[in-house]
Structure formats: structure tokens, C-alpha cells
């Protein structure tokens, strides 16, 4: 729901963010208590990858900011007993942070990134400054986007206006 993109995939992405937005609004259910259809996040065509980003230049650009964690697991069902087949369970894993409450991960092809995700669920100032250092050390390799789907919001990482509006956002929770 939260993601980086390279830069070339902004048109794509701002795109599919109108479109899951319209789809949210569209079928909300009439109780107000979720929805009576998903939108699919639609993949851009354009990813690290294609932009030629080494797992290894990712590693020695984030690992100084945030630290790797390589046992990772994401579960899909809350209060899942045992191993939840809609998980994620990885145990070389390239993600970076301290918690739960904010990383930055990694999905890799052999030696290329093809994809960035994070999670922020923190207000913490110095939390999300580190966010923002990480957001700007994977811009530096690769000009990138933000993608929130949770915030309906994209923009440029180099964009300093739209990168301190979007961290002020997240700060306040409004997510």
C-alpha cells in the first residue's frame, strides 16, 4: 500500500491511484463498514529492475540509515494460528528498520531490486526522519516516487515540498 516507484512510473501510478480512489468512494459499503469490492493495485510497467538498480548499491545506501533485518515475516490474517498461507516468510530478507512500525523492504530478482515497499506506523520525528533519509538514499540511485495508497497521495522523492507535506501527514496519523 505504500511504495517507491522510479520516477518513470509516475504517469502509470498516479493513474491507477485515481482509479483505486474512485473505486473506494464507489463501493464503500452502505454501512459504512468496508467495501463491497477491492481495487487490485495495478504493478507499473517501469521497476527498479528495468531501471537497473543492484540489490548490493541498495544494501550500502540503506544499511547505514536503517538497520537490515533479515528474518522477516508479514502475516495476511490477524490472530492467524501457525503458518498463514497468505504470509510472507523470508529468512535472507533485505529490510530495513527497527520494528514493525517502520521499514523499508526490498523485493529482489537474483542480483536486481524490481521492487520497494515500506510501512510507517509511527509519529516518532526521529522514526521518520530516518524514513525520509532511506525515501532519499534509494532517490539518489534511482529518481523515485512515493505511492500511498493508503493516503491517496504520489510525488516526487526530490520534490522537497511534497516529500516534508507527505512525512508531516504521516506524522499526524492520518493514515
Same mark, same amino acid.
Given at each position: 500500500?505504500?511504495?517507491?516507484?522510479?520516477?518513470?512510473?509516475?504517469?502509470?501510478?498516479?493513474?491507477?491511484?485515481?482509479? #483505486?480512489?474512485?473505486?473506494?468512494?464507489?463501493?464503500?459499503?452502505?454501512?459504512? #463498514?468496508?467495501?463491497?469490492?477491492?481495487?487490485? %493495485?495495478?504493478?507499473?510497467?517501469?521497476?527498479? #529492475?528495468?531501471? =537497473?538498480?543492484? !540489490?548490493?548499491?541498495? $544494501?550500502?545506501?540503506?544499511?547505514? %540509515?536503517?538497520?537490515?533485518?533479515?528474518?522477516?515475516?508479514?502475516?495476511?490474517?490477524?490472530?492467524?494460528? =501457525?503458518?498463514?498461507?497468505?504470509?510472507?516468510?523470508?529468512?535472507?530478507?533485505?529490510?530495513?528498520?527497527?520494528?514493525?512500525?517502520?521499514? !523499508?523492504?526490498?523485493?529482489?530478482?537474483? #542480483?536486481?531490486?524490481?521492487? %520497494?515497499?515500506?510501512?510507517?506506523?509511527?509519529?516518532?520525528?526521529?522514526?521518520?526522519? $530516518?524514513?525520509?533519509?532511506?525515501?532519499?538514499?534509494? $532517490?539518489?540511485?534511482?529518481?523515485? %516516487?512515493?505511492?500511498?495508497?493508503?493516503?491517496?497521495?504520489? =510525488?516526487?522523492?526530490?520534490?522537497?515540498?511534497?516529500?516534508?507535506?507527505?512525512?508531516?501527514?504521516?506524522?499526524?496519523?492520518?493514515?
Amino acid at each position: 500500500m505504500r511504495c517507491l516507484h522510479p520516477l518513470a512510473a509516475a504517469a502509470e501510478v498516479s493513474r491507477d491511484l485515481d482509479v #483505486a480512489a474512485q473505486a473506494s468512494e464507489a463501493n464503500r459499503s452502505p454501512d459504512g #463498514a468496508g467495501w463491497t469490492d477491492v481495487h487490485v %493495485i495495478q504493478t507499473p510497467e517501469h521497476d527498479y #529492475a528495468q531501471a =537497473g538498480l543492484p !540489490v548490493g548499491a541498495a $544494501d550500502a545506501a540503506l544499511a547505514p %540509515i536503517l538497520p537490515r533485518v533479515r528474518r522477516f515475516a508479514a502475516t495476511a490474517m490477524a490472530g492467524f494460528d =501457525g503458518h498463514d498461507p497468505f504470509g510472507t516468510y523470508e529468512e535472507d530478507a533485505y529490510c530495513y528498520g527497527v520494528d514493525a512500525s517502520l521499514f !523499508v523492504k526490498l523485493e529482489t530478482n537474483g #542480483a536486481q531490486v524490481r521492487h %520497494i515497499w515500506f510501512q510507517v506506523e509511527t509519529g516518532d520525528p526521529e522514526r521518520l526522519q $530516518d524514513l525520509k533519509a532511506a525515501l532519499l538514499a534509494v $532517490d539518489r540511485l534511482v529518481p523515485s %516516487i512515493v505511492a500511498d495508497y493508503w493516503l491517496d497521495r504520489t =510525488g516526487p522523492v526530490s520534490d522537497p515540498g511534497f516529500l516534508d507535506d507527505y512525512l508531516a501527514e504521516l506524522a499526524d496519523g492520518r493514515t
